[in-house]
């Protein structure tokens, strides 16, 4: 089940806003043709089908391709900024429900 952000304790989410400002601060920002490109992909994706294992789910796409599904967006934003290093904006993120 997706955790409710709603429901999350403030000083958790406080904490992960954070630690994204400070890589942000950290990275070159990205450069938006590239992040609209994985936006279309994201939606043709969603649109093919593609993403059903997924549903109720966050999914993120980097260079075309799915790279990562999570729970709460943040954690999952945050864990991909420090696994490609890249600035936390740099991925197309969105609820799949």
Do not use: C
């Amino acid at each position: 089940m997706t955790a409710n952000p709603l429901t999350q304790p403030a000083d958790s989410i406080a904490v992960r806003g954070r630690e994204l400002r400070e890589l942000a601060e950290r990275m070159p920002e990205p450069v938006l043709a590239d992040v609209l490109a994985d936006w279309r992909a994201l939606y043709a994706a969603t649109n093919a089908g593609e993403l059903r294992a997924h549903l109720e789910r966050f999914v993120a796409f980097y260079e075309g391709k799915l790279v990562g599904v999570g729970d709460e967006q943040l954690e999952l934003r945050l864990r991909l900024a420090r696994q490609f290093g890249l600035h936390p904006e740099r991925f197309a993120i969105t609820f799949n429900g």
